[in-house]
Structure formats: C-alpha cells, structure tokens
C-alpha cells in the first residue's frame, strides 16, 4: 500500500498539475493565434505574393478573346459595286477575333520588375519572421515578470509566516517575563508592512497576469512554470556574433537594397525603346475579311520626351537605393550591438544570481543562529527581526536575478534571430 501511495505522489501527480501550468511556449502560441499585428504581418506576405504574379504577368504573354459587331445605316448607301466595296457598306459586320500580346523588348524593365517582386517578397517573409520573435520578447517578458511577482509573493508570505510564529512566540516570553513589550510591538509592525507589502506585489501579479491574458487569452490567474536556461553553458561572444550575421532583419535589408537596385534598372528602362507583338486569329469574319484568317502587329516605339518623367523617377530610384544601403549598414551594426549588450547583461546576471545564491544560504543560516542567540540572551529581539529582513529581502533579490538571468538569455538568442523554443507542429 505504501508502494502504491509512493508511486502515485511521484509519478501521476506531478504530470497532473504540470498540465496545469502555463509554459512560456504555451503563452507565445496563444499570443500568435490571438495578435492581429502579427496577422496582419502574415497578410503582408500574401500581399507579397500578389506582387510577384502581377510582376509575372508583365512577362508572360496575354491572351484574350473578343467579339463585335459594326451595325451602321445603310440606307442612303448604293449597295452595287465590287465586293471590297461592298464589305465596307454592310449594315452589320461581325467578326470574332484571339488575340495574342507579347512584349518583345522593354528594356529588360520587365525582367528587373520580376527580380525586385522576388526580393520583396523574400523581405517580406523575414521580416515576418522578425515579427514573430520580437512577438515571443513581449510575451516572454511579462510572462517572467508575472511569475516574478508570484514567486515574489510567495516569498513575502512565507516571511511574514516566519513573523507570525515569532510574534507567537514572544507572546509567551513575555509572560513569562523573558521580553519586553515593545519587542512584540515592534515585531507585529513588521507584521502590518509585510501584509502591506504583500498587498501591493499581488496587485501588480495581478496586472501583469491581465496584461498577458490580453495578449494570450488565456487565464491570467493561471500558475506559471519556470522556464529553463535556454543557453547554457555561455560561449563566446565571437560565436555569437558570426550567428547573428543571418538574423532576419539584417538579411530583409541586404534584400531591400537588391529590391532598389532593381527598381532603378527598371526606371532606366524608360530611355530604351520598347517593342511589343500582337497576333490576332479570326474564327469567324465576314465580307473581303473573311479569308483573312490570321494578322500580326509588330510595335516599335522610341521615347524622344517625356517632360523629365523619366529623369525624375531614375533620380528617386537612386536616393531609395542609397537610403536602402545606409539602412543595411546601419542594421548591421544594430545587430552587432545588440548582441554584445545582450551578451554582457546575461554574462552579468549569472555571475549576479551565483553571488545572491550564496548570500542567500549565508543569510538564512544567519537568521537561525541570530536565533539561537536570542534564546541565550546573546543578541536583542531587533537583531533577530533585522536578520530576518535581511534573509527575505536577498531571497527576493535573488528571485528577481533569477527571472532577469532568464530574460536575458532569451535576449541574447532573440539578439542573433533565433527563436529560443521549439514551436508545436501548428505553428511552423
């Protein structure tokens, strides 16, 4: 009986209320469902793709068919004469026609306007992917910072339970005159602060819980899993930097200056001449026509003025292309940036949680000795509250290193364009 009571507290419960908790991972593919920029950045990309056929279509020939009728008066008309003549005075002359139109030669405008729907659509797609991860920081940082405050609550109330048994206790001291009076005042002021304090971090956990119900949907009271380290151990910042080199902001620039490029080819292709064929096949046509059953149409047109049209869009295409490489180069290092910081503020915040971490055992140990100092007369009920403050207060320091640790781990790897989890099936 005692195996199976044993097998059940360590094997089948622990997974129930794990299905309870709210995962980071969780939290971010709620927020994809759930946020209509993100949706309207995944439209962008359809938008994109519309783009490029229309660009495709300036390649590809047309093809159309059409039918008409002339009806005209012919009353006043002398119907006689030849049959050429006569075609041309029938009072109606129907005809259906296939038409065939190509361009032959635009100065390659159309070609560059297919490489430049090719580029935008690829920076399109980064940069939705871009918008995804900077999506996941949102999430991923008041997602910590609720747990934060959970986890900061918990600790204020185990304090002030620590305080309550204390205050207990020296009640009974008292009567037996082994404390002064004040001693307990002073210990259940303590008491009123903490209950304050506990007050105010669960009204801010409860804040930030709504805050990030609006972004999920999900239940904001729900309790939150400590998520793991996602970089561990820390390598070096050279290695970091090199797998930056292809985040998806960085790589959306270098094709935003291909798309300029090929804008201004295309722009100058307004100074060449142009030349188009139409071909049309007649299945039906009446009078001296008829026997005609096919036509072609070459045409071959040189611009000679256009007002400085022309000039003046080459002039624009090459400012866009200028803006576009100066934005690439400052992206570049806005990345290099941002990883070092983020390199850095991780770097410090473990060396920062190692250090709290054993200030928090040295205070705690601290604290029972103040203790059992106090029931030897040792020390004053003041140095034991103060050692109590001082062990609470590094604990809570301690869970906030914890949690910033976290974040900035997931800053770093959002910092070189990775996502730092692993997306369900759904969300590819």
Do not use: C
């Amino acid at each position: 009986m005692k195996r199976l009571l044993s097998f059940i507290f360590l094997v089948i419960l622990p997974p129930l209320f794990a299905e309870d908790q709210l995962t980071v991972q969780k939290a971010f593919e709620a927020a994809l469902r759930r946020s209509e920029s993100y949706a309207i950045r995944e439209e962008e990309i359809k938008a994109a793709e519309g783009r490029y056929y229309q660009a495709l279509g300036t390649v590809l020939p047309h093809l159309t068919a059409s039918g008409s009728e002339i009806v005209q008066d012919t009353s006043g008309l002398d119907l006689g004469g030849d049959a050429f003549s006569s075609s041309f005075v029938r009072k109606s002359r129907p005809e259906v026609a296939i038409t065939l139109t190509q361009p032959l030669f635009q100065g390659f405008r159309e070609f560059k306007a297919l490489s430049a729907s090719r580029a935008d659509r690829k920076k399109t797609e980064l940069e939705v992917k871009r918008a995804r991860q900077l999506l996941f920081a949102e999430v991923a940082q008041l997602f910590l910072l609720t747990r934060e405050l959970e986890e900061e609550s918990s600790i204020l109330i185990s304090q002030k339970g620590v305080l309550e048994r204390r205050i207990v206790e020296l009640g009974g001291r008292i009567r037996l005159g082994k404390s002064r009076n004040s001693e307990l005042l002073s210990a259940k002021s303590q008491d009123s602060l903490l209950e304050a304090e506990i007050a105010r971090v669960q009204g801010q956990r409860s804040v930030a819980g709504e805050t990030l119900n609006f972004l999920t949907g999900l239940s904001g009271e729900q309790k939150l899993a400590l998520p793991e380290d996602p970089i561990s151990p820390l390598e070096s910042l050279e290695n970091y930097l090199v797998r930056g080199g292809n985040r998806p902001d960085r790589t959306a620039s270098q094709f935003a200056v291909q798309l300029s490029e090929a804008k201004l080819v295309s722009e100058r292709a307004h100074y060449f001449p142009s030349l188009n064929l139409e071909a049309n096949y007649y299945p039906y046509r009446v009078g001296f026509q008829d026997a005609i059953d096919w036509d072609l149409l070459f045409t071959l047109q040189f611009p000679l003025f256009e007002g400085g049209n022309s000039w003046g869009l080459v002039k624009e295409a090459k400012a866009r292309l200028k803006q576009a490489e100066l934005a690439e180069s400052e992206s570049g290092r806005r990345v290099e940036l941002e990883i070092r910081e983020a390199y850095h503020n991780l770097e410090t915040s473990r060396n920062e949680v190692l250090a709290l971490e054993k200030a928090e055992q040295n205070a705690s140990k601290n604290y029972e000795a103040q203790n059992r100092e106090y029931r030897s007369g040792l020390v004053n009920n003041l140095e034991v509250l103060q050692s109590l403050r001082e062990w609470h207060e590094i604990r809570r320091q301690a869970n906030r290193g914890r949690h910033r640790a976290l974040l900035n781990a997931y800053r770093l790897k959002l910092a070189m364009g990775e996502l730092p989890i692993e997306l369900s099936k759904e969300h590819p």
